[in-house]
């Protein structure tokens, strides 16, 4: 889950739910992606490629869907992703990849890390899904 925080002159500031502890913000405009820790770091990220690969979804199941991002195929399970037990087939089928890294749903307001979805258990479930 990604929250949006702000929208302003084409420019979308959030954060991933399933991330890193240390607290930072993501902003992405059509032109690029940036990443700002709100904490000052000594680390250095890698400048990202401007080319990515397309993603698509190959499969929905009442568990889960399949997601192929590069040359590998990871299933999304419901239950570690819960964002999407409700949304429709269109909807999850409808998946951006901004960047190598970066997945978003638009339909949905949902980013993910392809980290959090090849690791899970690595980024503990903060967000929890809007029940209206």
């Known amino acids: ?3 949006t925080l702000l ?3 084409g420019y979308r500031f959030f954060f991933f ?4 502890a240390r607290m930072h913000v993501h902003v992405y405009h059509a032109d690029g992606e940036a990443k ?3 904490e000052p770091t000594k680390r250095r990220s890698a400048m990202p490629g ?14 889960g869907f399949w997601l192929l991002v590069d040359d590998s195929e990871m ?10 037990k409700t949304a429709t087939v269109e909807a999850i089928f409808h998946v951006e990849r901004p960047q190598a890294h970066h997945l978003y ?3 949905l307001d949902v980013d993910l890390d392809v ?5 899970p258990e690595s980024f503990p479930l903060i967000a929890q899904p809007r029940h209206y």
């Open 50 to 63: 401007a080319n990515t690969s397309p993603v698509e979804v190959s499969g929905v199941s009442k568990h």
């Open 7 to 9: 929208r302003e002159r």
């Open 1 to 3: 889950m990604s929250p």
């Open 36 to 38: 700002f820790w709100l």
């Open 17 to 20: 739910s399933r991330e890193e």
């Open 115 to 119: 980290e959090s979805i090849r690791h």
């Open 105 to 107: 749903w638009p339909d």
């Open 75 to 84: 299933f999304v399970p419901f239950v570690e992703f819960p964002w999407f």
